[in-house]
């Protein structure tokens, strides 16, 4: 049979010396429990039976003595290995606090359960708002949402739907141009311009609008050309000279900044210089461009009938088309035949 051996027996230590605690220290590590016993004193017996079985007596109390002192040593272990607290500033204590005092002021240094926390938390971000307010409050913003992507995929694939975003920049885009194209026939070119720059302002992005806006910007630059030319040519009209309009002959007289004077049929016909027929201007224009005859003469005088009161844009488009065959530049003002605001009248 064979024998079995006890396990070891932890080291002993004076029963009645006991840990100095501070007041912020954590709990002192608790050595192991050793059951100290008193021998009495006995006769000695012959034969060694009664001192095996007190050996044996003693040796199993200290085996018990050492299991029940086990958990608390590993408590005293683990407590070891956490990290010592902070150490809290010095305070100067008039008087001694009660224990109760003391507790009290634990308490409040220590950190409440997680639970609690948690209730806290959400308490705070909660408030007063009922639950079903809460619960309703993602659906409201996924509904927003959900609207805001309808009508932009709506103003995008329905550029023209009435009311749509798209369709009030066109309306006030082309409200614009409309004025600039007013204002332009009046010949007042400064006010044209302004007009224009707002329409940029409201077309943005959009690369038609924009490339609709030069066009009308393009016309602006030439129009603005024209009145030198015309002023020029005027100004070379001299006393007696004689002009073609169709199957009438027309003599100059007088042409001041102020009046003009001229003779037709044998009838002398004056007035002031803004009234001065458009017929009778074109000519002196026309014969000043024949000293100096170049492709793009023909831009200018398609945009002095654009000018006209009565526009007849078959004479402009005919005038056009003549400049485009040596003036590339000419395309670039073509497509305005057919913009919407030439159509359109005061």
């Not at 932890?10 to 050793?34: N, T």
């Not at 009435?162 to 082309?174: K, L």
């Not at 630059?221 to 030198?228: G, K, S, V």
């Amino acid at each position: 049979m064979q024998r079995r051996i006890p396990p070891p027996v932890p080291p002993a230590v004076p029963p009645r010396i006991e840990p100095v605690v501070r007041p912020h220290d954590g709990p002192a590590e608790l050595g192991p429990v050793v059951v100290i016993t008193k021998r009495r004193p006995t006769k000695r017996r012959s034969g060694g039976g009664a001192a095996a079985a007190m050996s044996l007596l003693l040796a199993v109390s200290a085996v018990a003595g050492g299991f029940l002192a086990w958990p608390h040593l590993q408590k005293s272990r683990l407590r070891a290995k956490k990290p010592a607290p902070k150490a809290a500033a010095p305070v100067t204590v008039a008087k001694a606090e009660s224990p109760r005092a003391k507790n009290s002021e634990r308490l409040e240094r220590e950190d409440p359960p997680a639970e609690v926390q948690e209730q806290a938390a959400r308490g705070v971000h909660q408030g007063a708002v009922p639950a079903e307010q809460r619960e309703q409050e993602p659906m409201r913003q996924q509904a927003g949402t959900e609207r805001e992507q309808l009508a932009a995929a709506r103003d995008a694939t329905e550029p023209l739907l009435p009311g749509s975003r798209t369709a009030r920049v066109a309306d006030d885009v082309e409200r614009r141009i409309v004025d600039a194209a007013r204002v332009f026939r009046s010949h007042d070119f400064e006010a044209a311009s302004e007009a224009l720059d707002e329409a940029e302002k409201g077309a943005g992005d959009d690369a038609d609008q924009a490339t609709r806006i030069e066009r009308w910007r393009l016309l602006l630059d030439y129009a603005r050309q024209l009145d030198d030319h015309v002023a020029k040519a005027i100004a070379a009209a001299n006393q007696g000279r004689e002009y073609t309009i169709g199957d009438r002959t027309i003599v100059i007289i007088e042409i001041g900044p102020k009046t003009y004077a001229y003779k037709e049929s044998g009838v002398i016909k004056r007035g002031p210089r803004a009234g001065l027929p458009r017929v009778v201007e074109r000519a002196i224009l026309k014969a000043w461009y024949d000293g100096d005859p170049r492709p793009a003469n023909g831009i200018f005088l398609g945009v002095h009938h654009l000018l006209d009161d009565d526009v007849d844009l078959g004479r402009v488009r005919a005038a056009w088309q003549q400049a485009l065959v040596g003036e590339p530049a000419t395309a670039s003002i073509m497509p305005l035949l057919d913009d919407r605001a030439i159509a359109t009248r005061p």
